[in-house]
């Protein structure tokens, strides 16, 4: 039996922080913060990490904070958690909320656990499709709540689409002239362009 790659506990908490980002979605959810309000933090928080960033790869600034934040493969690269911010920024500010937040809870909460579960694979195998399936699920869980409401069926079918999407954008890791797409930049934009395509091309809701 090939041996299995086991899960570190940092990793564990790893993936702990990155659930953690759910929190800025829920602020809205919960009425703690309005959509306006959200989007001047989101705005406020993609500023602040992109100071940390270029402290870190252009001043050379070497904070513990750091060694929580990032990986050792990003030390020349942007760190996963600014691309984590910057794609949620993104969908806020573009998208009406029933599109947004579906989008960023999918990459708080379903990337995740595809992460851990994916950790536990045979060395050298692929993704697998129980990942994948677990990655959808999640998925299609955070996002029905926010989309049937507005559009009944549609917002079902919207959702699926957005699940489909996310869980395309984690599974593949796509390479533009030669650099890997981080699925933290790739599973916000890929659900919510999904999404806003099924109700757009229905007419069942507005997008933006």
Known sequence: M???ISVPKSE??????????AALPFGYVLDIVSWAQLRYLMVFLTVVVAVLEFL???VGLDWAIYDELTRSYEQ???AGYALYIFSMTAVVLVFEPYVAVPGMLMLAL????SGLLGRTREAGEP???GTLAAMFIVCLAVS???LLPVAGTIGVVAAVAGSVGATIADGMKPVIRGSVIDDNASIPPAACLAIAAVLAATGAAAVT
């Open 127 to 129: 993704k697998r499709l």
């Open 110 to 113: 379903g990337d995740p656990v």
């Open 2 to 4: 090939s041996p299995r």
């Open 76 to 78: 020349t690269n942007l």
């Open 56 to 58: 870190r790869l252009r």
């Open 144 to 146: 029905v709540p926010f």
């Open 12 to 21: 564990v908490k790893r993936r702990l922080v990155h659930a953690s980002g």
